[in-house]
């Protein structure tokens, strides 16, 4: 029997070490059979019968709020200064403060300072040691618990000056822990606060405002100048200028016609349109994206992958490690058991592994936020971490390289058959077919597409061309190569085929059983970025960018000149151009970038598949590693650099991490070391660590 399976979204998770112990709480739930908890998302999935009450209660010890998933929610803002926890620290720093200026006036450890220390003590760590008592009567050591041994050790041995001191550095470093992830968070939370709730429909003629999830598929909205679009949909009255930002990245508006397809959570910017709605609100392109990019947080980054591990070992460690700096040199040297009880106390709090933990998950939130807000989706950690590696990227050319919109650009008959009856029987066959060429004979055909003949099995030749029965005759529409399959072709039509292609034009012929009726030449105009971005690949550290392409080797070939390719590698089926990508592996990684759909194996086999312009196509969302939402190759180098960026972010946190533990801990051994300075060393590292991470933020195209 299935178990019931929810989904809430959570307010207040600020670390994660109290992540794994919030899903630890769940887990003892009797009525939980799974839990998965998403700390970058803020995210919960609860497999089993459990109320929020419950999962409350499990999450008290942090103060966290439980919502369910599709339960809007205005986060509200509160003042930094109006936070209890934050007007307890304040209140500790004052007492903290009258307490040294007493010791100063009046001399140490007197009863009125000593009082001062103690009251700051409690009022700024009175949280922290429920807590951290709570969790020692369990044996569980987090940091909660390392603090109050050492607050606990501090006033044992007369330090409160000391112990004050830990109590106020913690808070303001929790404080500012929390405030650096939440603000890394809002990648997300901006996302979903981008579609309105409500929509205008129209019914029977009169105006009704309801909320989005009310909608149906085929119902007509109304959107007004200077809306937001509620939902996705197909405009069928009206035209307007539409900033798409929110989805693609472009900062250009598109103006929409009769028939073009609008997303959830644009901005109609002059005119007014009726829209019918194509998408129920949780499959819209935004939902879809808001999912992904949430599922792609919760993916660990081999780099993340390898921490946990590395923590798993640590942590142990450094209670060893503790425990024998407090026993033995008092048993075997005769040492003072105070002192190395002390000592013993630092290397607890200084090897916290709170900092090393969070270097990766932090860094990796953030780039996946800042690549959604700028049109790039990347579906995973792993895959934002690999493609700073990429050394070899293979494009397809129509859509890619080029606009993807060829056109008609010669029709020549060699028979007695006319230029527009060719182009009539050329239209004819293509018209069942959804290949770009075909799309441009039939845009050629123009008014002719009207007067079509009927055609009778018609069948599609992979990668080469069509045929089908017009009037009870056979006709062909294909490549040359198809036709030398089937007949000699004249040397003469060889080379006028020969200098169209040089042109960089890509030639079909149309033929029958009789022989060659004629030719039609189409072309496709190259990008205007692709130039640059090839270029900026290069200086980036690319080795070799290669056309993988089922046109004709001349055409490829121009094209490929153009742009300054390494390599050109043309007339290929789907699956030559996957051994092409294995191929190329020799070079190191390997990323394929195409439309999603025609070069969904090429994308599949490769490293990283990119899609172009993933924006309402479910397939490229679906099967590429990365989509970029615009049709924008300008994109490509932007998620590179922002990979690169990413992996040395995290080696740098990780290096901070380790690096500030290890000199602590040398600092130990002489007595230089005392818990303030380790409270100072770990916290102070886990700060770092975060703020360093968010530059990231500032990552653009």
């Known amino acids: 029997m299935a178990t019931e399976k929810n989904v809430y979204r959570l307010q207040g998770l600020s670390c994660t070490s109290c992540a794994a112990k919030f899903e630890k709480n769940i887990r003892q739930i009797d009525t939980v059979e799974d839990v998965q908890l998403n700390f970058g998302a803020s995210k919960l999935t609860v497999d089993g019968d459990v109320s929020i009450l419950q999962l409350e209660k499990a999450g008290a010890f942090d103060g966290i709020k439980v919502f369910p998933e599709k339960q809007r929610n205005t986060k509200q803002h509160i003042p930094f200064w109006l936070k209890r926890e934050n007007q307890t620290t304040l209140v500790s720093l004052v007492l903290l403060l009258a307490g040294y200026g007493v010791s100063a006036a009046n001399g140490q450890n007197n009863w009125l300072s000593i009082v001062l220390f103690a009251l700051a003590i409690l009022i700024g760590g009175y949280s922290l040691m429920k807590e951290g008592l709570l969790n020692l009567s369990k044996l569980e050591f987090d940091m909660s618990t390392l603090m109050t041994i050492a607050v606990i050790g501090a006033a044992l041995i007369g330090d409160w000056a000391e112990g004050a001191v830990v109590v106020f550095l913690f808070s303001v470093s929790e404080a500012l822990e929390s405030y650096s992830i939440d603000k890394a968070r809002n990648s997300i939370s901006s996302l979903m606060e981008i ?313 079909m012929l149309v033929w029958s059983e009789a022989g060659l009726d004629g030719m039609i030449a189409v072309a496709d105009q190259v990008r205007k970025s692709s130039l640059s971005v090839i270029q900026k690949l290069h200086q980036m550290g690319i080795r070799k960018t290669v056309m993988l392409t089922g046109d004709n080797q001349s055409t490829a070939s121009a094209i490929g000149q153009q742009l300054g390719l390494s390599e050109v590698k043309a007339e290929l089926l789907p699956h030559e151009k996957v051994a092409m990508i294995k191929s190329m592996r020799q070079y190191g990684k390997v990323a394929m970038i195409g439309d999603g759909v025609n070069d969904a194996p090429a994308l599949a086999s490769a490293n990283i598949g990119i899609a172009m312009g993933g924006a309402g196509t479910d397939t490229a969302l679906e099967t590429a590693d990365i989509a970029l939402m615009a049709d924008d190759l300008e994109k490509l180098p932007y998620t590179i650099n922002l990979s690169m960026r990413t992996k040395q972010i995290i080696l740098q946190n990780i290096s901070i991490a380790l690096g500030l533990k290890v000199i602590a801990l040398l600092l130990i051994i002489p007595g230089w070391l005392t818990l303030w300075m380790a409270v100072m060393a770990d916290m102070g590292a886990t700060v770092i660590v975060v703020l360093n991470s968010l530059r990231l933020m500032r990552s653009r195209v």
Not at 475 to 481: A, D, F, K
């Open 195 to 507: 579609a309105p709730t409500t929509a205008t429909v129209l019914r029977n003629g009169v105006e009704y405002e309801v909320e989005v999830e009310e909608l149906m598929i085929n119902d007509v909205i109304l959107i007004k100048p200077g809306q937001k679009i509620a939902m996705d949909g197909e405009v069928i009255q009206g035209n307007s200028s539409v900033n798409q930002s929110a989805i693609t990245g472009e900062s250009v508006p598109v103006h929409k016609v009769l028939g073009d397809e609008v997303f959830a959570g644009t901005l109609n910017e002059e005119g007014s349109m009726q829209v019918r709605v194509t998408k129920l609100a949780e499959d819209t392109t935004i939902a879809k994206i808001i999912h992904l990019v949430e599922e792609a947080q919760a993916e660990k980054a081999p780099t993340q992958q390898f921490v946990d591990r590395f923590a798993k070992y640590y942590t142990p460690a450094i209670l060893a490690i503790s425990v024998l700096i407090m026993v033995i040199p008092p048993l075997a040297m005769g040492g003072l058991w105070s002192d190395w009880f002390y000592k013993g106390l630092v290397v607890l709090v200084v090897g916290c592994p709170c900092a090393l933990v969070i270097s990766t998950p932090i860094a990796i939130v953030t780039a996946i936020g800042n690549a959604a807000r700028n049109g790039v989706l990347i579906k995973g950690g792993i895959h934002l971490e690999e493609t700073g590696q990429i050394k070899v990227i293979a494009f397809d050319k129509t859509g890619t390289l080029t606009e993807g919109r060829p056109e008609v650009t010669d029709v020549i008959s060699v028979s007695a058959v006319t230029e527009a009856e060719l182009l009539k029987q050329a239209a004819s066959i293509e018209r069942f077919s959804q290949h770009p060429l075909a799309t441009a004979i039939m845009r050629a055909a123009g008014k002719l597409s009207n007067d079509l003949l009927e055609v009778e099995d018609f069948q599609s030749i992979t990668g080469k061309g069509a045929k089908g029965l017009l009037g009870g005759r056979l006709v062909y529409v294909g490549s040359p190569n198809l036709y030398k399959e089937m007949d000699r072709l004249e040397e003469s039509f060889e080379q006028r085929i020969l200098e169209l292609q040089r042109q960089g034009k890509t030639v």
